[in-house]
């Protein structure tokens, strides 16, 4: 018998033959004799469709009110399931984050879990429930509804395993796990069995939605093993684990590819102490989390600065772009939203020099122009034009050989 938590994303419960089917895989489950927790998603899409729905109402919405409307749409889903299982003769109860005690901080949308007070589940696994658990939410110590970012079910599902020392710890899926490229991109890329969850992070940073960055973190921190897999198979998926292994570690291992960011060029601004300071400076009141950065060589004192940031600190991005334009002497700015980032991960890359001028050539070679560079020991990212980003990520696929044999 085991104690386990299992995950399933929106596209695994899109619907109500999707949540029935569910439902019916949880309760096999159950009578294997396992302690059965559930966290699901909003269905399908509804958390774009509710902030389409924001978006109707204003530019500038209550970031309070955002976490109100959007913690709805796992509501949901939790109250569907549950009734699903109850329909097969399976006790079940639904709770949302807030019920569970997932206390985060106060930062609405964005939120960070703080602690977890799992009493309720455990009563209910004692009393033979099948337990489901609202995934992205959690409440302040205040008693304000927040939310963990988009993707973050995920964080959920491993920090309730933390919480109650979970067995196992599944993130069901569309896809059957962690694949060396998006499959939905490439068509041969292959599916990994293992990975370390050191790379499997700057994966996840650098646009692999298949986990969110915050869940592999917090997994890596709370010692969870994660199993990424299939939500409609018993194939093994990915297992992401923080343990060392002894397999000699591949010099690329994935490519990613991220259209999620949008880069602001800052041009003829003064070259001299203090610039960049006072811009970041203000980027970071706002809230802003910059990714790449670049500033060019300087001609008569004037020099140009790009960088990137998500597309949903846009807003807050440009005007603190606009508060501080003057006071750096810039002489204008301008936004290009069709970029990707296109990265290349892997932990033999610390020993490996030459992959650099390998991921340049290949890009060179397809005609691919690179507009910023970024890099960490374990990850070299370009930003490309977003047309050619799917193109990008075909040829380096094939040029570090990650295909199926
Ligand atoms: P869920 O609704 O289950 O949370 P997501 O859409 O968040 O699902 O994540 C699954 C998707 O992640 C896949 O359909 C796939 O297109 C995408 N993806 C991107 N990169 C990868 C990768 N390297 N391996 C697997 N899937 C990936
Ligand atoms: N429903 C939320 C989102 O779409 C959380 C999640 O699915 O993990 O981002
Ligand atoms: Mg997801």
């Known amino acids: 018998m085991a104690l386990v938590v299992t995950k399933y994303g929106g596209s695994s419960v899109a619907t109500p033959d999707h949540i029935k089917k569910i439902a019916q895989r949880l309760v096999e489950r159950k ?11 909003a269905m399908g899409n509804s958390t774009d469709e509710l902030l389409d729905l924001a978006d109707e109402i204003t530019d500038h919405p209550n970031e309070r009110e955002l976490d109100m409307l959007l913690t709805t749409g796992e509501q949901v889903t939790i109250a569907l399931l549950a009734m699903a299982i109850q329909d097969l003769d399976q006790k079940a109860i639904s709770f949302t984050g807030l019920q569970v005690g997932i206390v985060t901080d106060s930062a609405h949308n964005k939120a960070k879990i703080l602690a977890i007070d799992a009493d309720c589940v455990k009563k209910a696994l004692e009393n033979g429930h099948i337990v489901i658990i609202a995934g992205f939410q959690g409440v302040t110590s205040s008693g304000e509804i927040t939310t963990l970012g988009r993707g973050g079910s995920d964080t959920t599902a491993i920090a309730i395993a933390a919480a109650i020392a979970a067995d196992v710890c599944d993130i069901n899926t569309d896809v059957n796990g962690v694949y060396t490229a998006d499959p939905n991109v490439v068509e041969d890329a292959r599916k990994i069995d293992t990975i370390s969850s050191e790379e499997m992070l700057e994966m996840a940073a650098s646009g692999a939605g298949v986990l969110s960055m915050r869940s592999v973190e917090y997994a890596r921190n709370h010692g969870v093993t994660i199993h990424c897999r299939n939500s409609f198979t018993d194939e093994p998926g990915t297992i992401v684990t923080g343990e060392e292994t002894d397999m000699e570690q591949a010099i690329v291992s994935a490519v990613t590819h991220d259209t999620n960011d949008a880069k602001i060029t800052i041009r003829g601004v003064e070259d ?8 970041f400076g203000a980027l970071a009141d706002e809230n802003v989390n910059v990714d790449m950065v670049i500033q060019n060589i300087s001609e008569e004192g004037l020099t140009d600065i790009s960088f990137t ?9 440009q005007a603190a772009v606009v508060a501080v334009k003057d006071e750096i002497g810039a002489r204008t700015w301008v936004l290009d939203e069709d970029v990707a980032k296109i990265s290349i991960i892997g932990a033999g890359m610390r020993t490996h020099p030459g992959v650099t001028s390998q991921m340049f050539r290949a890009l060179a070679d ?13 990850r070299l990212s370009c930003i490309i034009a977003l047309e ?18």
């Open 31 to 41: 009578h294997t004799g396992d302690d059965v927790v559930v966290i699901v998603s």
């Open 272 to 279: 001299r102490p203090g610039i960049a300071a006072t811009l």
């Open 309 to 317: 940031v998500p597309h949903e600190d846009l807003s807050r991005a």
């Open 366 to 378: 397809e005609g691919i122009n690179i507009d910023l560079i970024s890099t960490s020991p374990i």
């Open 388 to 405: 050619d980003a799917p193109k990008a990520v075909r040829v380096l696929h094939k040029a570090f050989e990650l295909e199926q044999e």
